[in-house]
């Protein structure tokens, strides 16, 4: 039988890696998986409470609290990343919020702006400033943690679907451009993730319509061919992938996580 255990790379190449969104969800997943093959974990988040209990829980990272939608934040979090770390091996560009659910013509306008300004250029803003220590490494990786969302057309979810359409499209400049210098850029899509987000967009959407959570739920489910919701190890087994030595010739690619998404409208109204 098939070993199912998370996959660990070898730890024989310690990685520096700078994570936002990196004290909750798949975000600190992936943290704790690349802090116990011993790389140096630098985790951004916008929740001082999160971040906290993760540097308690993990003393060997360190971390800043900051709002990646706020380009001074940004700033800060790379300033205070290079207090504890010359270089940049690798960056997971993870942090992201939903988005409204609303049809185009009911969609809130600040809700559109907030998710375009964290998800998409909160993107760029990092990137752009992380650039410049990955070149101290002679090489390095840039992971987008993007969604099946750019893969696809999604109902209700404008902002949430054009930011990570856009990361899509960032991902494939910043190959193109980056390249020549060793550093490779690629996407994570992944599909719904277990947890207390997914749970959010469901009773919302529940709401919206006027139906049991549970059915919603189901709907949800029969977007991808294997029926499941996948888990934030699922995500992390790519990423710890992406920015393995494994993966020294992998640029310029997005790679789903997620059953197979078959489509985001199953719904027959």
């Not at 943690?145 to 949430?160: F, Q």
């Not at 190890?233 to 059953?259: C, E, R």
Request: proline residues 4%; glycine residues 10%; contains cysteine.
């Amino acid at each position: 039988m098939l070993d199912c255990q998370p996959v660990t790379m070898p730890a024989n190449n310690k990685n520096i890696v700078l994570i936002s969104g990196g004290a909750s969800g798949i975000g600190r997943r992936m943290a704790e998986r690349f802090l116990a093959q011993g790389d140096s974990v630098h985790v951004g988040d916008v929740s001082a409470e999160l971040v906290n209990e993760f540097l308690a829980a993990n003393p060997g990272a360190t971390g800043t609290v900051a709002d990646i939608g706020d380009r001074k934040d940004i700033a800060r979090l790379i300033s205070d990343f290079e207090t504890h770390y010359d270089h940049l091996d690798v960056l997971v560009n993870n942090a992201g919020v939903a988005g409204p659910s609303a049809k185009v013509d009911t969609h809130d306008d600040e809700g559109w702006d907030d998710c375009i300004r964290i998800n998409l250029s909160g993107t760029f803003y990092l990137t752009k400033r992380a650039v410049p220590l990955l070149r101290r490494s002679g090489s390095g990786s840039v992971i987008n943690i993007s969604s099946t969302a750019a893969l696809h057309g999604y109902p209700l979810r404008s902002a949430y679907a054009a930011s990570k359409w856009g990361m899509m499209g960032l991902m494939k400049t910043w190959a193109m451009e980056l390249g020549p210098e060793g550093i490779r850029v690629n996407a994570v899509c992944p599909t719904s993730v277990e947890g207390e987000r997914i749970d959010a967009v469901i009773e919302r959407d529940a709401r919206q319509r006027g139906l049991p959570v549970e059915q919603v739920r189901e709907v949800y489910l029969r977007q991808t061919s294997m029926r499941s919701f996948i888990s934030p190890d699922d995500v992390a087994d790519v990423v710890l992938f992406l920015a393995s030595d494994a993966a020294k010739k992998i640029s310029g690619q997005s790679i789903s996580v997620d059953g197979h998404t078959e489509g985001l409208s199953n719904w027959l109204d």
